[in-house]
């Protein structure tokens, strides 16, 4: 098969934990035949990236090609754009600000009960 003539789509890499493989999301439309509106269909493919240049949220070009595994039929050609934040890593880096902000809070809970003026002094000690 030429290589003018194979079927190329782009997508977005969904899961890269593979070695040389990487999991793709095609995203397609499709007018649903009774109400006429159009509804987003979506597609997994498995793709050969041999050289691991793609990450999770990446959006990438993927050309069919011979079949290299018992799933892999498509071939990534090109990193069209670059997240460098991967889904995993966003979580991480979120969870880290909310557990700063609620020691942030706490530290200043214990401040405000901790000051002179709202400590009582016992009537036993006059």
Known sequence: MQRNRRKTRIGRVISDKMDNSVVVEIEWR????????????FTKLHADDSKNLSSVGDLVNIMETR???KTKRWRVTEV??????????????LNETVAIDNLEEEASDSQETTTPENIEEDPSEQ
């Open 67 to 69: 079949p290299l595994s």
């Open 80 to 93: 069209i754009s670059s997240t460098n934040l991967g889904g995993t890593e966003i979580l991480d880096s």
């Open 30 to 41: 499709q007018n649903h035949r009774l109400y006429s509106k159009s509804v987003k269909k």
